[in-house]
């Protein structure tokens, strides 16, 4: 079990397709998984048929929390 903030994960789930009827990318992301000090930014695609869908990602540090009240 964890006990440490940096040994939680999740699963953060990509933004669906645009246009979702149409038939998907076969390089579309779907999902990342991420340490609990971890965001990601997603990087989009769009096709000449106006499709757009996540294609990559690039996963950034968080900054540190700041424990000092404000």
């Not at 998984?33 to 540090?61: C, N, P, R």
Request: charged share 15%; glycine share 4%.
């Amino acid at each position: 079990m964890p006990t440490l903030p940096h040994q939680f994960k999740r699963t953060v789930t990509a933004p669906a397709p645009l246009m979702a009827s149409a038939m998907p990318s076969a390089n579309r992301v779907c999902s990342v998984d991420l340490q609990a000090d971890e965001d990601v930014e997603w990087i989009t695609t769009s096709t000449a048929g106006g499709m757009t869908y996540v294609s990559g990602y690039t996963i950034t540090k968080r900054p540190p929390f700041d424990e000092t009240p404000t």
